[in-house]
């Protein structure tokens, strides 16, 4: 130990100044190699979506039409991306596939019908409850059930996040009925946005998106809290041996991914029907949105948002009078065999 700072001296843990060197080089090769990698898997995705829009364009002749799609897929893929990104950060420190993530959205959603219609809230500042509240829960529901369930079997954790979302779309179903409900947005109106036609609202949504989604980037990036969840999800044990608490983590990872479905929930409450299994189609487009951008990738969340966003409106134009969904998941099963890791994942 060196006298004066209480800390292995260089000649004791046999470290030299050229070792220090060669691990800064190290590291600055790595993050130069990352980036490069990005940026080529950039270009390679610019590229679908050039040709992409080329075949739209042919088959349907005008490009009014295919203005409109990309402009409604853009809009729509942006709320894909927030509700993936919860998903995917749960996956990438907890280990857990959450198959409750659109049972959460569907509680959101009647959170916000409630405080519009009964409290007279307007639709998006609701977003100032939701959030905290479904924050809330999900941090009670990882400490209440899935903390038991962290390191047992695959199919442990698979069966009590389906066994939450029953819970939850059932007592949905009893306090609220079966009814279709909506929530109207007053002043909603059409914009002209690139040549095409979106309702303010699917613009605001998309809007409210981005912004909550830089939020979460920011988060992570630039906060203790997110350096501590990135050092969970990278090492559990190292992160447990420098003090981190990861079992305060993982609940506050599952709280902010939940908090992320609620926030859409709220966002689309005036886009789409809310019943006790509107959640359900979002469940499965996050999980596809989380395959393509890569499993615990956020950045490859909402990318891969936008580009199921566009996929499901040109479907459309592909293969007029098919489900929209038809073509993503043919998207789907191509990068599971190309690419299974997805586009901006690591190879394990």
Not at 110 to 121: E, K, S, Y
Not at 224 to 235: E, H, K, P, Q, S
Request: overall charge neutral; glycine content about 12%.
């Amino acid at each position: 130990m060196s006298p004066t700072s209480g800390q292995p001296s260089r000649a004791s843990s046999g470290a030299s100044p050229d070792d220090d060197v060669a691990a800064h080089d190290h590291e600055v090769i790595s993050r130069g190699t990352t980036r490069r990698r990005y940026v080529q898997r950039g270009v390679i995705v610019l590229i679908l979506i050039v040709a992409a829009l080329a075949l739209a364009y042919m088959r349907s002749g005008s490009a009014v039409v295919v203005t409109q799609a990309v402009v409604t897929g853009i809009l729509t893929g942006g709320v894909y991306g927030l509700v993936a990104m919860g998903l995917t950060l749960i996956f990438g420190v907890l280990d857990i596939v959450n198959f409750a993530h659109g049972a959460f959205l569907a509680l959101a959603l009647f959170v916000t019908f409630w405080l519009v219609n009964t409290v007279g809230i307007h639709p998006y500042v609701a977003l100032a409850i939701t959030i905290p509240v479904m924050f809330g829960i999900g941090f009670m529901v990882q400490r209440g059930v899935l903390a038991r369930a962290i390191g047992k079997p695959l199919e442990n954790q698979l069966l009590i996040t389906l066994g939450i979302s029953l819970v939850i779309e059932n007592t949905l179903l009893l306090f609220f009925g079966g009814d279709p409900r909506s929530v109207a947005l007053h002043g909603d109106h059409a914009l002209h946005v690139f040549g095409a036609v979106a309702d303010l609202s699917r613009v605001l949504a998309f809007a409210g998106a981005l912004l909550l989604a830089g939020v979460l980037y920011l988060l992570l990036q630039r906060t203790r809290l997110g350096t501590a969840i990135r050092a969970v999800a990278t090492n559990d044990m190292g992160a447990q041996l420098v003090g981190i608490d990861t079992r305060l983590i993982y609940a506050l990872t599952f709280a902010i991914g939940t908090a992320c479905a609620g926030a859409a929930g709220t966002l689309v409450a005036p886009l789409v029907t809310i019943e006790p299994t509107s959640g359900d189609m979002f469940n499965i487009i996050a999980f596809v949105v989380v395959v393509l951008g890569g499993m615990g990738n956020v950045i490859g969340a909402l990318v891969g948002g936008l580009i199921i966003g566009v996929t499901e409106q040109l479907s459309g134009l592909y293969l007029p009078g098919q489900s929209p969904l038809l073509l993503v998941f043919i998207v789907f099963v191509l990068v599971l065999f190309l690419r299974p890791q997805g586009l901006f994942g690591r190879t394990s």
